[in-house]
């Protein structure tokens, strides 16, 4: 019996309208609620530890939001649902999309017949684009 690599994906990113700082400041804040998914094939439940995913733009970190330490039950699909507050200081002013990358890596094991425990661990690598004047997002692809 072979046990496979868990999956961990963006499923949904959902943007609140953002807020101006300060006026005299060139940050802006961005709210998103994401709906991340572990997807475990296997026969056994996964459980895993704390991570965080890393938002970023052109290589910066822009933000980040935490992923709490849980179980993905054997054969199913454990939805967590997580906030982040992005900052897009170094964003133009005019730009109309924001291409955004989400990176983690989720570690823990896999429990067999309560018996047999090996680690797996995973990771996400997701692109997505924000569109800044309809405030949605588009084209969420993960590798």
């Known amino acids: 019996m072979r046990i496979k690599n868990p999956k961990f994906r963006v499923r949904s990113l959902t943007m609140e309208t953002p807020t101006a700082g300060n006026v005299n400041s060139s940050s802006t804040s961005m709210?998103?609620?994401?709906?991340?998914?572990?997807?475990?094939?296997?026969?056994?439940?996964?459980?895993?530890?704390?991570s965080t995913i890393t938002f970023s733009y052109l290589g910066?970190?822009?933000?980040?939001?935490?992923v709490l330490k849980g179980r993905a039950k054997?054969?199913?699909?454990?939805?967590?649902?997580?906030?982040?507050?992005?900052?897009?200081?170094?964003?133009?002013?005019?730009s109309r999309i924001l291409?955004?990358?989400?990176?983690?890596?989720?570690n823990g094991?896999?429990?067999?017949?309560?018996?047999?425990?090996?680690?797996?661990?995973?990771?996400m690598d997701c692109t997505m684009n924000v569109n800044l004047k309809t405030y949605k997002v588009d084209d969420i692809k993960c590798k």
Do not use: C, Q
């Open 31 to 50: 709210r998103f609620h994401a709906e991340v998914i572990v997807k475990n094939t296997n026969f056994g439940h996964y459980k895993f530890e704390n």
């Open 60 to 66: 910066n970190p822009v933000g980040k939001a935490d």
């Open 74 to 94: 054997a054969r199913s699909t454990k939805k967590m649902n997580v906030t982040v507050d992005v900052m897009t200081s170094s964003v133009p002013k005019d």
């Open 99 to 106: 291409v955004l990358k989400s990176y983690s890596k989720l």
């Open 109 to 123: 094991k896999v429990h067999l017949m309560k018996v047999i425990k090996k680690k797996k661990s995973t990771e």
